[in-house]
């Protein structure tokens, strides 16, 4: 089994994995600087919720990058067969807010679009 970091040898990889964490830093501080104003309450909280989402992302990241790309082959025909289900099936049953791109799943919201 080779080490997660081996995967990242090549230059452009480590590049863009670098850019999108600053990207991604540099987004949160704004919306932790928008909060600093006078606005309404709600606003403030809202960096920590995409802190929070940073975190489980990056989890997300690591566990799915554990995963040999043999899987992800063999697994592709099937997600992309589960997206094209999911697409249609917010055609018939979607709904939301103001469109219907919105799959409503109990107190669970799912934008397949």
Known sequence: MTDWTERFRSVGDRRLLVLALILTCFGIAMIYSAGRVDVPSA???VWKKQMVWFALSLVAFVLVNRIPLRWL?????WIYGLSIGLLILVLVVG??????????IGAFNLQPA
């Open 43 to 45: 606003v403030t909280g």
């Open 73 to 77: 082959e063999w697994a592709a025909p």
């Open 95 to 104: 709904g939301g807010p103001n469109t219907r791109s919105w799959l409503r």
